[in-house]
């Protein structure tokens, strides 16, 4: 079994600031790309920002300059730090994780999501 546990989601006022974490535990062997994905009521879900195993990122023009994906491999976690947040970032996050478990094939795993809610 592979979980992925995020923390670090809240309420905060615009232009604040917020730090997920997202963390990777069972029996991995590898884990590849990582990624936040945020999903707001009405909306299909978008990606915010991933990030290879080598550190290269991407981020979605609406978070670019605003928001930093990084990584820690020793401890298979993700990291999203949010700044200037603005009302629009409101929405569920969600983890995501390409993991290639012991004796078996490469999936893509979610975390079960964190509410993020910009508003004064």
């Known amino acids: 079994q592979v979980q992925l546990v995020e923390s670090g989601g809240g309420l905060v006022q615009p232009g604040g600031s917020l730090r997920l974490s997202c963390a990777a535990s069972g029996s991995i062997f590898r884990v590849d790309d990582m990624g936040w994905y945020r999903q707001a009521p009405a909306k299909q879900r978008e990606l915010v920002a991933a990030?290879?195993?080598?550190?290269?990122?991407t981020y979605a023009d609406a978070v670019k300059g605003r928001f930093t994906i990084s990584r820690d491999n020793a401890k298979n976690t993700v990291y999203l730090q949010m700044n200037s947040l603005k009302p629009e970032d409101t929405a569920v996050y969600y983890c995501?994780?390409?993991?290639?478990?012991?004796?078996?094939?490469?999936?893509?795993?979610w975390g079960q999501g964190t509410q993020v809610t910009v508003s004064s």
């Open positions: 990030i290879t195993s080598l550190g290269t990122t």
């Open positions: 995501s994780a390409k993991i290639v478990r012991l004796f078996a094939s490469r999936l893509n795993y």
